[in-house]
């Protein structure tokens, strides 16, 4: 929320004021004023609220009953009411007399009830109006909450289209990522290779380059049990040793990050146990190069194992459970 | 220089802003000046009983002598006479009836001052809407400096405030938004005044850990300092931090420091203190993450000028003119009109380190160009000094003016200033004036960006 960058001596509690505004506004997505608000209140109602249930003319319609209907005025009682007359006059012999009428009675009881009273019907004329205010305010608040919600909806819609196309797009190009010979160091110098194990294939390239197994890892939706993918023929060796909580279910996971490292950590799943969808043939070893036979004893985890040879110099695209990639 | 300090309740343990702010006055003038300070026997601004002995007796030093009120107020009649000068056409012989009714109906004090007003030099008149400001300022304009210490309330629209403004030897103002706003209702320009404001005793050092162990308060929290009143805008700050507590778990405390009139919501993250002592008091803002004045209507902030002291932030309520006014030419707090306002800004002075710092450092630096005791001092003195050496204007009063007309009357009477003389008695009680209310709106309202403090 906060991101105001302070730069020495020079703060303008303007300026921030400004920018708190427009983030307000931001926030808000449409930003509506009070005037576009209550026009639509007004106006369109109809098109955010049950229009049976509530109308947009209601204080219109209060103010045209009161007007139409005979209320009685109120009037207003002070200490000189009683004698005051447009003949001044009559006022000033009224004032001359007072002292010696209140000799007979005492009229500020009378007066304060009066005024009391006064005030009274005052208050509840307000508050009458005041409630039909409140019923047209809240009106105004729900078109408000309505216009909010429609925004919400819109946007969230809108974010998940984003999110789905990010994700295809995500997946479209670990799809078609290139392998560049010697981006990365060999892991272990050639001479020191152990032989290749009968069904394995050479681990040089054409250039005689090592050439280290890459793993991708792929942020799929995971499904519950998708993990667990010890039943997928290829795959069941890496899977009996891994487990979920250590993120990689293959042995040989390598945590270094290669050319195709996405940069996931080493907790996300191995691309090796990309979740088989039902109804897509599993790629077994030696079809594309991808599903990382178990790596020979001896050299340890941390080697991953390398792709199939004859495919070339290229790795080929993993394809996308699925999706294809 | 002798220097007669009026004002309408008076004593070292009482803490009403005009109050606090003539007692600080009197006590700092008293360094350059005799000052004695004339007053009522009351304690109670509401009802205005008669607590304290008549008599003279010394508060911190300074001579006080207190005058007893003819009558209290009675809430009733004083509501009903507002509501008669305030929301309808009425007559100057209403507003003196409200002025009566709202007291400190203290006759024996006007008195006082109008026959020991040739043994003072000055006499500085604080609240210009009470009963004795009214009285003294008429009954001695020529040696009259008031502190109006006003508020944009309806009381200012009404028509026997004027002449004062525009009959007294000078006036002393708060803030450039008082300044602006009295000059537009009295069209009183050609008074001399000036922007003083007040100083705070803040101490040089500050105890935040002892107040934290004190108050067993160990998260970062908002400070409130003041009565705890819906006046004074605590409502709607309720309501907004409640809704930020709501979204932000780990957000500020709120810790409320003052006597509450209306009740405080019951929240684990709201802490009602109680009024204390100024220790306590200046320890919890240096403990403070910053300082929250939700008040509508103010004169002068003293507290939020404390915080700044300390270097302490200020989230004020942008609808007060002088808060706003204060935070933008300080550089020195954030402001809100609305809730989303309220909580960005509070979550920005709370995150933000930087400008949270920044604003502090920019508040005390304002602090004391603008409100430190020798500034303060020396704008009094200066004034005195300057309407010791000022030609009296020909004609008695400052600027041409009368009860709601502006025209013009007044004279001069043995060489001293005469105020704008109050209509005859048939005219008095003519109703021809309009609502205090309607002329207020009539005045220009908004912040000042630049003055004097």
Same mark, same amino acid.
């Given at each position: 929320?906060?991101?105001?960058?302070?730069?020495?001596?020079? *703060?303008?509690?303007?300026?921030?004021?400004?920018?708190?505004?427009?983030?307000?506004?931001?926030?808000?997505?449409?930003?509506?004023?009070?005037?576009?608000?209550?026009?639509?209140?007004?106006?369109?109602?109809?098109?955010?609220?049950?229009?049976?249930? *509530?109308?947009?003319?209601?204080?219109?319609?209060?103010?045209?009953?009161?007007?139409?209907?005979?209320?009685?005025?109120?009037?207003?009682?002070?200490?000189?009411?009683?004698?005051?007359?447009?003949?001044?006059?009559?006022?000033?012999?009224?004032?001359?007399?007072?002292?010696?009428?209140?000799?007979?009675?005492?009229?500020?009881?009378?007066?304060?009830?009066?005024?009391?009273?006064?005030?009274?019907?005052?208050?509840?004329?307000?508050?009458?109006?005041?409630?039909?205010?409140?019923?047209?305010?809240? *009106?105004?608040?729900?078109?408000?909450?309505?216009?909010?919600?429609?925004?919400?909806?819109?946007?969230?819609?809108?974010?998940?289209?984003?999110?789905?196309?990010?994700?295809?797009?995500?997946?479209?190009?670990?799809?078609?990522?290139?392998?560049?010979?010697?981006?990365?160091?060999?892991?272990?110098?050639?001479?020191?290779?152990?032989?290749?194990?009968?069904?394995?294939?050479?681990?040089?390239?054409?250039?005689?380059?090592?050439?280290?197994?890459?793993?991708?890892?792929?942020?799929?939706?995971?499904?519950?049990?998708?993990?667990?993918?010890?039943?997928?023929?290829?795959?069941?060796?890496?899977?009996?040793?891994?487990?979920?909580?250590?993120?990689?279910?293959?042995?040989?996971?390598?945590?270094?990050?290669?050319?195709?490292?996405?940069?996931?950590?080493?907790?996300?799943?191995?691309?090796?146990?990309?979740?088989?969808?039902?109804?897509?043939?599993?790629?077994?070893?030696?079809?594309?190069?991808?599903?990382?036979?178990?790596?020979?004893?001896?050299?340890?985890?941390? *080697?991953?194992?390398?792709?199939?040879?004859?495919?070339?110099?290229?790795?080929?695209?993993?394809?996308?459970?699925?999706?294809?990639? | 220089?002798?220097?007669?300090? #009026?004002?309408?309740?008076?004593?070292?343990?009482?803490?009403?802003?005009? !109050?606090?702010?003539?007692?600080?006055?009197?006590?700092?003038?008293?360094?350059?000046?005799?000052?004695?300070?004339? =007053?009522?026997?009351?304690?109670?601004?509401?009802?205005?009983?008669?607590?304290?002995? =008549?008599?003279?007796?010394?508060?911190?030093?300074?001579?006080?002598?207190?005058?007893?009120?003819?009558?209290?107020?009675?809430?009733?009649?004083?509501?009903?006479?507002s #509501?008669?000068v305030f929301?309808?056409?009425?007559?100057?012989?209403?507003e003196?009836?409200w002025l009566?009714?709202e007291?400190?109906?203290?006759?024996?004090?006007?008195?006082?001052?109008?026959?020991?007003?040739?043994?003072?030099?000055?006499? @500085?008149?604080?609240?210009y809407r009470y009963?004795?400001?009214?009285?003294?300022?008429?009954?001695?304009?020529?040696?009259?400096?008031?502190?109006? =210490?006003a508020e944009r309330d309806p009381a200012i629209g009404l028509?026997i405030f004027?002449?004062?403004?525009?009959?007294?030897?000078?006036?002393?103002?708060?803030?450039?938004?008082?300044?602006?706003?009295?000059?537009?209702?009295?069209?009183?320009?050609?008074?001399?005044?000036?922007?003083?404001?007040?100083?705070?005793?803040?101490?040089?050092?500050?105890?935040?850990?002892?107040?934290?162990?004190?108050?067993?308060?160990?998260?970062?929290?908002?400070?409130?300092?003041?009565?705890?009143?819906?006046?004074?805008?605590?409502? !709607?700050?309720?309501?907004?931090?409640?809704?930020?507590?709501?979204?932000?778990?780990?957000?500020?405390? @709120?810790?409320?420091?003052?006597?509450?009139?209306?009740?405080?919501?019951?929240?684990?993250?709201?802490?009602?203190?109680?009024?204390?002592?100024?220790?306590?008091?200046?320890?919890? @803002?240096?403990?403070?993450?910053?300082?929250?004045?939700?008040?509508?209507?103010?004169?002068?902030?003293?507290?939020?000028?404390?915080?700044?002291?300390?270097?302490?932030?200020?989230?004020?309520?942008?609808?007060?003119?002088?808060?706003?006014?204060?935070?933008?030419?300080?550089?020195?707090?954030?402001?809100?009109?609305?809730?989303?306002?309220?909580?960005?800004?509070?979550?920005?002075?709370?995150?933000?380190?930087? @400008?949270?710092?920044?604003?502090?450092?920019?508040?005390?630096?304002?602090?004391?160009?603008?409100?430190?005791?020798?500034?303060?001092?020396?704008?009094?003195?200066?004034?005195?000094?300057?309407?010791?050496?000022?030609?009296?204007?020909?004609?008695?009063?400052?600027?041409?003016?009368?009860?709601?007309?502006?025209?013009?009357?007044?004279?001069?009477?043995?060489?001293?200033?005469?105020?704008?003389?109050?209509?005859?008695?048939?005219?008095?009680?003519?109703?021809?004036?309009?609502?205090g209310?309607? #002329?207020l709106?009539?005045?220009?309202?908004?912040?000042?960006?630049?003055?004097?403090?």
């Open positions: 929320m906060s991101d105001f960058s302070v730069r020495s001596d020079n *703060v303008d509690v303007e300026q921030i004021m400004r920018q708190i505004r427009g983030r307000i506004r931001e926030k808000r997505g449409v930003d509506y004023t009070e005037d576009e608000i209550r026009e639509l209140a007004n106006v369109k109602l109809e098109k955010f609220l049950d229009p049976k249930g *509530v109308r947009s003319e209601l204080l219109e319609e209060f103010r045209r009953v009161r007007e139409s209907t005979d209320t009685a005025r109120n009037f207003s009682f002070e200490d000189t009411t009683l004698f005051a007359s447009t003949r001044p006059f009559l006022r000033f012999l009224r004032r001359l007399l007072n002292p010696i009428l209140k000799l007979f009675f005492n009229p500020t009881p009378l007066i304060e009830a009066l005024h009391i009273q006064s005030r009274l019907n005052e208050s509840y004329n307000r508050s009458e109006a005041l409630s039909y205010e409140l019923m047209h305010n809240l *009106v105004i608040e729900l078109t408000r909450t309505g216009i909010e919600v429609k925004n919400l909806k819109m946007r969230l819609e809108s974010m998940s289209s984003r999110l789905d196309f990010d994700e295809r797009r995500a997946r479209a190009l670990e799809g078609v990522v290139q392998y560049r010979p010697g981006s990365v160091p060999p892991l272990h110098p050639p001479t020191g290779q152990p032989t290749a194990q009968p069904g394995q294939h050479n681990e040089l390239d054409n250039e005689g380059n090592e050439r280290r197994s890459r793993r991708r890892r792929r942020r799929g939706r995971r499904r519950p049990g998708e993990f667990r993918t010890g039943t997928t023929p290829g795959a069941g060796e890496s899977a009996s040793a891994g487990d979920e909580t250590g993120g990689s279910y293959d042995e040989g996971a390598d945590t270094s990050t290669g050319d195709f490292d996405c940069g996931q950590s080493a907790d996300a799943p191995s691309f090796a146990e990309a979740p088989h969808e039902p109804g897509t043939p599993k790629p077994q070893s030696g079809e594309g190069g991808a599903v990382a036979p178990k790596p020979p004893s001896g050299e340890g985890g941390a *080697v991953a194992p390398k792709p199939q040879s004859g495919e070339g110099g290229a790795v080929a695209p993993k394809p996308q459970s699925g999706e294809g990639g | 220089m002798k220097l007669a300090v #009026v004002v309408q309740r008076y004593g070292a343990d009482i803490n009403g802003g005009a !109050e606090l702010h003539a007692r600080y006055i009197a006590e700092r003038l008293s360094r350059h000046a005799e000052v004695e300070v004339l =007053t009522t026997c009351a304690k109670n601004y509401v009802s205005w009983r008669n607590d304290l002995p =008549t008599g003279v007796e010394q508060v911190n030093g300074i001579t006080v002598r207190r005058f007893p009120v003819a009558h209290e107020r009675e809430p009733y009649e004083f509501g009903r006479k #509501v008669r929301e309808q056409v009425h007559s100057v012989a209403d003196l009836r009566d009714s007291g400190p109906a203290c006759p024996a004090l006007v008195r006082h001052v109008e026959q020991a007003s040739r043994n003072f030099d000055f006499i @500085l008149i604080f609240s009963y004795h400001a009214w009285h003294v300022a008429r009954r001695v304009p020529h040696k009259a400096v008031v502190v109006p =210490t028509s004027g002449p004062v403004f525009r009959g007294v030897r000078a006036v002393m103002y708060n803030s450039p938004e008082e300044c602006a706003m009295i000059q537009a209702a009295s069209g009183n320009d050609r008074v001399p005044g000036v922007v003083v404001g007040v100083g705070s005793d803040v101490p040089d050092r500050t105890e935040p850990a002892r107040f934290r162990r004190k108050f067993n308060i160990h998260r970062p929290f908002a400070v409130y300092i003041g009565r705890i009143d819906e006046n004074k805008g605590c409502a !709607e700050l309720f309501s907004h931090y409640l809704r930020y507590a709501a979204s932000f778990e780990r957000g500020l405390d @709120l810790v409320l420091i003052g006597s509450a009139i209306i009740d405080i919501p019951a929240h684990p993250k709201v802490h009602h203190l109680g009024f204390l002592d100024d220790r306590d008091k200046f320890d919890a @803002l240096a403990a403070s993450d910053l300082l929250i004045m939700p008040s509508y209507f103010e004169s002068l902030s003293m507290v939020a000028l404390e915080a700044w002291a300390l270097g302490r932030p200020v989230l004020a309520n942008g609808r007060c003119d002088v808060l706003k006014g204060q935070c933008i030419r300080s550089n020195a707090g954030l402001y809100y009109e609305r809730y989303e306002e309220f909580v960005e800004a509070l979550y920005s002075l709370e995150s933000n380190g930087p @400008l949270n710092a920044h604003l502090g450092r920019n508040g005390r630096a304002y602090f004391k160009r603008h409100y430190a005791w020798p500034v303060i001092e020396r704008k009094y003195l200066d004034m005195f000094a300057q309407l010791k050496k000022e030609v009296r204007p020909e004609g008695g009063s400052h600027a041409a003016g009368s009860y709601g007309a502006g025209s013009s009357s007044g004279g001069t009477e043995s060489g001293r200033l005469k105020m704008e003389p109050l209509p005859n008695w048939f005219a008095r009680r003519e109703r021809r004036l309009p609502a209310r309607d #002329v709106e009539r005045i220009p309202y908004g912040h000042v960006r630049s003055g004097a403090a």
